[in-house]
C-alpha cells in the first residue's frame, strides 16, 4: 500500500525547535515532489513547504522562511521538516504529502499527520 | 499573492440535493484546480484534480468544472457520507473551505 506516515510531533515552548519526519512506502519516492501541509485547530489547510523528487529544489511559504528547513533522503525512503524558532501561531497537525505528477501540486497521497504544539 | 476565494463558507442541504461549491481565483491560470474533501479527525483527500478530472475512486455524483477565474465542484446527490469540508487548492494556495451539512 501507498503510506506516509509522520512523526515527531509534540509540545515546544515558543522558541523552540522540532524536527518531523515523514516515512514513506509502497512506491518509489524519488519520483515525487513532496510537501508539507498543516492545519491550526479549527482552521483551514495551510501549504508549508515542498521539495523537487530529487531535493535540488525548495519552496516555502512566507511566514517560515528562516524557520523551517524541508530535505529528504531518498535513500531511506524519507521528508523532514526542521523547525526552529517556533511561535505559537505553528501550532497544528502538520500531514507530509505526495504531489501527483504534472498537476498544480495535487496531493494525492496525504500522511494521517502529527500534531505540533506551540505553548510554555 | 494569488487569493482564492470559495462560497458559500458553509451550506446545509438535504439528502439527494445538488449542491455546489464555488472558488473564484485573483488571477487567471487556465485549467489548474484541485478539490479536496476533509472529515472530522482525518486528513484531506483529493478527488478533483485539473479543474476537472476525478481522483481514482471518487464517486461520480462528484465533479469539476471551470477555467480561468471561477471553478465550481458539484455533488450531483448529497448523500449522507458527503458531510466534511471542502476546499479549492493550486500549488501553495488553499481557500478558506466549505464545510457542507445535512438539512
Known amino acids: 500500500d501507498v503510506q506516509l506516515v509522520e512523526s515527531g510531533g509534540g509540545l515546544v515552548q515558543p522558541g523552540g525547535s522540532l524536527r518531523l519526519s515523514c516515512a514513506a512506502s509502497g512506491f518509489i519516492f524519488s519520483d515525487y515532489w513532496l510537501s508539507w501541509v498543516r492545519q491550526s485547530p479549527g482552521k483551514g489547510l495551510e501549504w508549508v513547504a515542498n521539495?523537487?523528487?530529487?531535493?535540488?529544489?525548495?519552496f516555502y511559504v512566507d511566514s517560515v522562511k528562516g524557520r523551517f528547513t524541508i530535505s529528504r533522503d531518498n535513500a531511506k525512503n524519507s521528508l523532514y521538516l526542521q523547525m526552529d524558532s517556533l511561535r505559537a501561531e505553528d501550532t497544528a497537525v502538520f500531514y507530509c504529502a505526495r504531489e501527483k505528477i504534472a498537476t498544480a501540486s495535487a496531493f494525492e497521497i496525504w500522511g494521517q499527520g502529527t500534531m505540533v504544539t506551540v505553548s510554555s | 499573492d494569488i487569493q482564492m476565494t470559495q462560497s458559500p463558507s458553509s451550506v446545509s442541504a438535504s439528502v439527494g440535493d445538488r449542491v455546489t461549491i464555488t472558488c473564484q481565483v485573483s488571477?487567471?491560470?487556465?485549467?489548474?484546480l484541485n478539490w479536496y474533501q476533509q472529515k472530522p479527525g482525518k486528513a484531506p483527500k483529493l478527488l478533483i484534480y485539473?479543474?476537472?478530472k476525478s481522483e481514482t475512486g471518487v464517486p461520480s455524483r462528484f465533479s469539476g468544472s471551470g477555467s480561468g477565474t471561477e471553478f465550481s465542484l458539484t455533488i450531483s446527490s448529497l448523500q449522507p457520507e458527503d458531510i466534511a469540508t471542502y476546499y479549492c487548492?493550486?500549488?501553495?494556495?488553499f481557500g478558506g473551505g466549505t464545510k457542507v451539512e445535512i438539512k
Open positions: 487548492q493550486r500549488y501553495g494556495t
Open positions: 485539473d479543474a476537472s
Open positions: 488571477q487567471e491560470f487556465s485549467h489548474y
Open positions: 521539495i523537487k523528487d530529487d531535493g535540488t529544489k525548495k
